[in-house]
């Protein structure tokens, strides 16, 4: 990866933070671009080639959470890895932004050269992310369309982040089988991922939200103790 070729845009309204981090991450070879609202960074991901979204939960006008929101509809940045910042420990917090679609979390305090290294990881997950030949998986009501990107549950339109059709279509590909939350957490994150395997559960929880929106049906199973298998 030749990371100077990387535009990171941080969103944050304490200047000495994102200043700190921009300066760590153009040290470590990325281009970096900051901003202090949610506004401004909305703006300038439409308007430019931004690689990854470093964004601050607390904004002084449209929150992070709201941030997230729009991008995973936007057309143009719906894929769009994004590092959640916040002042908040507590679970809801971490949990509320990873269904939202965040691909990891930070809680401040940080260690900005631990940001450095998810930067890192988190862009080369996303280069690594390969779309697999045309096909379909057909199960029950439910159709995955491998070349689309898209989940059907009786011609419903199911609406997914990157991350929930990768685990569902883990699941589906692997049926009758029970998947263990660090397994799946190894497969869909990777081996470098820093989370944990509380992550797969609220993907999970997410995943069955959204099925039940169109369908009676609980297609994936708990298997208590272990993990998840698509009945």
């Given amino acids: 990866m030749n990371q100077s070729q990387r535009h990171i845009l941080v969103t944050d309204d304490e ?3 994102s200043e700190l981090v921009k300066f760590n991450l153009e040290k470590a070879g990325f281009m970096v671009s900051v901003c202090h609202n949610g506004s401004t960074a909305l703006q300038k991901l439409e308007d430019e080639k931004i690689d990854l979204l470093v964004l601050d939960l607390m904004l002084p ?20 890895p994004i590092i959640m910042l916040t002042a908040k420990s507590e679970e809801i917090d971490r949990i ?35 779309e697999e030949p045309s096909t379909v998986i057909q199960w029950q009501h ?4 491998l070349e689309r990107h898209e989940v059907t549950i009786n011609g419903q339109s199911i609406e997914l982040t990157l ?17 263990s939350r660090n397994f799946l957490l190894d497969e869909i994150w990777g081996y470098d ?39």
Wanted: proline share 1%.
């Fill in 15 to 17: 200047e000495y933070i």
């Fill in 61 to 80: 006008d449209i929150d992070g959470i709201e941030v997230c929101k729009r991008v995973r509809k936007s057309d143009k940045n719906s894929e769009l």
């Fill in 96 to 130: 509320l932004g990873l269904e939202l679609g965040a691909d990891d979390y930070m809680t401040k305090p940080f260690s900005v050269k631990e940001l450095v290294t998810r930067v890192k990881t988190v862009l080369r997950r996303s280069e690594h992310h390969v």
């Fill in 142 to 145: 439910m159709t995955m369309d």
């Fill in 163 to 179: 991350k929930e059709f990768d685990l569902l279509k883990y699941l589906l590909k692997n049926r009758g089988r029970v998947m």
């Fill in 193 to 231: 991922y820093f989370g944990e395997t509380r992550t797969v559960d609220v993907h999970i929880r997410n995943i069955r939200k959204k099925i039940s929106d169109y369908s009676e049906d609980d297609y994936i199973e708990t298997v208590r103790g272990v993990g998840y298998k698509i009945k």
